[in-house]
């Protein structure tokens, strides 16, 4: 029955989401693509998120979120900066691009045993001045601005997060 029920469930909603157990199929068989944020205050602080969804969860990371198939990286790049700032529209070509990262987890969205989790991940830089207000407390419990030496320092930041400070 719970699997019958995880199977109507869709993972998020809209166009290019899958219901959840088609999602975890994806998981197990193929890396996903996904997009961060390297938000900045432009006085060399970063915004970091405090994960509420696996993976990752209850570890201080930056925002991010995958790219569904059939969105292009601009509209991609919208949304998670929407759905994880708050941030109503924000176009891709007002970032820098970060880099291309390999991020692996052990587990997985619905914390089912056995099925690691493998994401590419474009990271674009942004910034933000300290007067637009960020956050989206259905995704993260909480938000910090911190020192690229004081991310590498903290024993609750993600280790994936850390590499971009490296």
């Not at 029955?1 to 899958?18: D, I, N, Y």
């Not at 199929?25 to 602080?45: A, F, K, M």
């Not at 998670?80 to 820098?96: P, T």
């Not at 911190?146 to 400070?165: C, I, M, Q, S, W």
Request: hydrophobic share 35%; with cysteine.
């Amino acid at each position: 029955m719970e699997a019958e029920q995880q199977k109507k469930t869709p993972r998020q909603g809209g166009p290019g989401f899958l219901e959840e157990v088609d999602f975890l199929d994806v998981i197990r068989l193929t890396p996903l693509v996904s997009i961060d944020l390297i938000v900045n205050d432009g006085n060399r602080h970063v915004l970091l998120g405090q994960r509420r969804n696996r993976p990752a969860r209850d570890t201080w990371f930056v925002p991010g979120g995958r790219v569904t198939k059939g969105e292009t990286l601009d509209a991609a790049f919208t949304r998670v900066v929407r759905d994880e700032l708050g941030i109503a529209s924000m176009q891709r070509s007002s970032s820098r691009l970060y880099g291309v990262f390999e991020h692996c987890y052990e587990d997985n969205f619905a914390g089912v045993p056995g099925i690691d989790t493998h994401y590419v991940v474009r990271a674009y830089s942004i910034t933000l001045n300290g007067s637009v207000p960020i956050g989206r407390f259905d995704q993260h419990s909480g938000y910090k601005w911190l020192l690229p030496a004081e991310v590498l320092a903290r024993g609750d930041v993600h280790n994936n997060a850390k590499a971009y400070f490296r």
